[in-house]
């Protein structure tokens, strides 16, 4: 089985109001549910805001570190789940039900085989 990243992506700004938010955290804990039933979660993480982040860059041995995202932008990583899935459809399987119940852009990404160092999804 291959693992996948599935990137949820936010808009900056504060929270939407609870009148959206409850009936969207409803969903997503629906589709923990079904992911971890199903066997395909392996771990999963919510980020604070952009705004706190620190980027470090070292060039030329020279650390140079700034407060904010490394990119701006209006919408940033705002959590993030690791499944594991047969194929790419089934990865996309699950992140179309995540999307669907976050409101919020998926990506889905394959992560690199420790094994062989080789990308498992491609």
């Known amino acids: ?3 996948y990243l599935l990137s949820i992506y936010q808009p900056d700004g504060p929270a939407p109001d609870p009148e959206f938010l409850e009936p969207v955290m409803r969903d997503v804990e629906t589709w923990n549910r079904e992911v971890r039933a199903a066997n395909a979660w392996v771990f ?3 980020l604070h805001p952009a705004s706190t982040s620190t980027v470090l860059r070292v060039k030329d041995g020279d650390e140079l570190m700034t407060d904010g995202p490394f990119t701006e932008g209006k919408e940033h990583l705002g959590g993030f789940t690791v499944i594991s899935a047969p194929d790419l459809d089934a990865a996309l399987g699950w992140a179309r039900k995540l999307a669907a119940a976050t ?3 998926i990506e889905v990404r394959p992560l690199f085989d420790d094994a062989d160092g080789s990308c498992e999804g491609s």
Do not use: K, V
């Open 103 to 105: 409101t919020l852009p």
């Open 44 to 46: 999963s993480g919510g």
């Open 1 to 3: 089985m291959t693992q």
